[in-house]
């Protein structure tokens, strides 16, 4: 299996810690919030691992290395030139996933103990173009699925605005889900983005195919999940993290 982590984002919300270092290689613990993910990754079977670099890139790739690539191929989608959001992201790594097999996306911040190798085969069974790991968690933007699991559209409670909006839906018809930042994507996703120039949100994508493409949910309800995103989950995550992560 094959993935990608985003480690990109100049994480802001973790400022003062990213004034210095990118957000993939704050300490979550005894360890860098990366070195958790590739750690995860490696334990569920991935081999291969291209991380796309933006923010102190240049540090990314000396722990890297200092770490022997943690046993396994990684490699480097750089985006020093450009930040392209997710979706831009997803795109510019295209060439890494030639094998014609399902890849994983992991946010660098997505600190979880989801059963990855559930959730590939789960992706399998479905035939399904993208699977997106979802649970019941509060948020403010949900993505909406139909009884089938399928993704059908998008809504923020605060603002009231459903998407996408040539479609008229009715939120309380579908499961109101939050995204919890790790997919499995088919590569016949690239054909479609084509169009998409460089830079774009790959949620943005996903809701402009949803009457054409099988995007699926995919729960698993006793996962331990938390979005290393601010300073407070931060310090959450280190109190937790050795007896729910490393057990």
Do not use: C
Request: avoid cysteine; charged fraction near 25%; proline fraction near 4%.
């Amino acid at each position: 299996m094959k993935a990608l982590i985003f480690a990109a984002g100049l994480g802001t919300r973790l400022k003062p810690l990213t004034e210095t270092m990118p957000k993939a290689l704050v300490p979550a613990g005894e360890k860098p919030l990366l070195e958790h993910v590739i750690l995860r990754l490696k334990n569920s079977g991935v081999t291969d691992v291209i991380v796309n670099i933006h923010h102190f890139g240049d540090q990314i790739i000396e722990f890297i290395k200092a770490n022997d690539s943690f046993g396994i191929n990684i490699e480097f989608s750089d985006e020093s030139d450009l930040l392209r959001d997710t979706g831009g992201g997803i795109k510019k790594t295209a060439r890494f996933f030639n094998d014609g097999a399902p890849f994983l996306v992991h946010n660098v911040d997505i600190i979880s103990d989801v059963d990855l190798n559930k959730m590939y085969k789960s992706h399998l069974n479905s035939k399904a173009l993208v699977s997106l790991f979802v649970s019941n968690r509060k948020t403010n933007r949900y993505l909406l699925f139909d009884t089938n699991n399928r993704l059908r559209g998008w809504f923020n409670n605060q603002t009231e605005e459903i998407r996408p909006g040539e479609v008229m839906l009715r939120v309380s018809n579908y499961q109101q889900l939050a995204f919890n930042g790790i997919h499995i994507i088919s590569p016949e996703i690239f054909p479609l983005m084509a169009d998409w120039g460089e830079k774009f949100s790959i949620i943005d994508f996903y809701l402009s195919i949803v009457s054409t493409e099988n995007i699926q949910a995919f729960t698993q309800p006793d996962a331990f999940i938390i979005d290393v995103g601010k300073m407070d989950s931060l310090e959450k995550v280190r109190e937790l993290i050795t007896n729910k992560i490393t057990r």
